[in-house]
């Protein structure tokens, strides 16, 4: 209810499918039924997304452009049997609660008022950090390089809490998208529910509103396209309170991303913005200032990337 709660909040509607379908569509990690009804039924599901991409294709089709659909629904993976167990249970598939997302089309829906901006990677991001958020689990969710060969490898990310691997989330790939005759720009997500419930949760503690203002530093950063904007922001993150205390570094996000010819080929523009606020004492311009230099130092040691003016 957690994940389907954040997904109506986004604005998405909800699909249910069969939990079985053609092995063609799981490739090489399908399990066969052994009694099935038929070939397009002869499969237990390894993954939601074909039969989301379905949906997509059977909205397009009938000329809805802008799609916005999740689905909440078991995955069966193969397992090792154990040595003593029951030889009806040897057979019995892993059951995986997996939450699946599409996104498709226009931001807005269409809404004249609101202008005619595209979904992108920004909005599947921001919807599952929201399911993660309404789990409120200890650990902290992060995106990585992802491998996934159904994604384009330009937009793709695996999808952490702590160490564990929870899913993936990115554009579709063309190719891919060919095999269920979809023909927009997809961006689609998978995560492991069972995995977010069974993960310890963090305890809420209240605390009283900042009493110290705070001050912000922003810089942005042009580097080539394959490297990855987390471990840009995660180095901020580690590096940006130079000799001061680790903590009054508040907050690290991502303000802007541009490209275009005056960057260069293969360039990209990324504006962090680092927000300082000290816990015992207003802290001073000029150590904010020195920790600030000095990072700037540190990124152009550790990456090639060039400080924006």
């Not at 695996?158 to 579709?172: C, D, K, N, R, S």
């Not at 942005?220 to 901020?236: M, Q």
Request: some cysteine; glycine content about 8%.
């Amino acid at each position: 209810e957690r994940a389907r709660k954040a997904c109506f909040a986004y604005g998405l509607s909800e699909t249910i499918t069969y939990a079985f379908g053609k092995p063609g569509d799981y490739d090489k990690e399908a399990l066969r039924l052994l009694n099935p009804l038929g070939e397009d039924f002869s499969a237990l599901r390894t993954t939601l997304l074909p039969d989301l991409l379905k949906t997509v294709s059977h909205n397009l089709r009938h000329g809805q452009r802008d799609i916005r659909i999740f689905e909440v629904g078991t995955t069966f993976h193969a397992r090792q049997a154990a040595s003593d167990e029951d030889e009806k249970n040897r057979l019995l598939p892993t059951e995986d609660l997996r939450l699946g997302v599409c996104l498709v089309g226009g931001r807005f829906q269409g809404r004249w008022y609101q202008g005619k901006e595209e979904t992108d990677f920004s909005d599947l991001a921001g919807l599952i950090d929201n399911v993660l958020e309404n789990f409120g689990c200890a650990e902290s969710g992060r995106r990585v390089a992802g491998q996934d060969a159904r994604f384009n490898p330009y937009c793709r990310a695996e999808l952490l809490l702590g160490e564990e691997v929870l899913g993936v989330a990115g554009q579709l790939h063309p190719e891919y998208l060919e095999r269920f005759d979809v023909d927009a720009n997809v961006f689609c997500a998978e995560l492991s529910l069972s995995k977010l419930l069974s993960a310890s949760k963090q305890v809420l503690h209240y605390v009283p509103l900042e009493r110290l203002p705070g001050t912000q530093r922003d810089v942005a950063l042009v580097a080539s396209n394959t490297i990855h904007a987390e471990d840009l922001r995660s180095f901020i993150e580690q590096h940006a309170a130079g000799d001061m205390p680790a903590e009054v570094v508040e907050d690290v996000t991502i303000f802007d991303v541009f490209s275009g010819q005056s960057l260069g080929e293969d360039k990209v523009s990324i504006g962090f913005s680092i927000y300082y606020r000290g816990r015992e004492r207003t802290l001073r311009d000029d150590e904010v200032g020195q920790a600030f230099d000095n990072l700037l130092k540190k990124l152009e040691m550790k990456f090639p990337v060039e400080v924006r003016a």
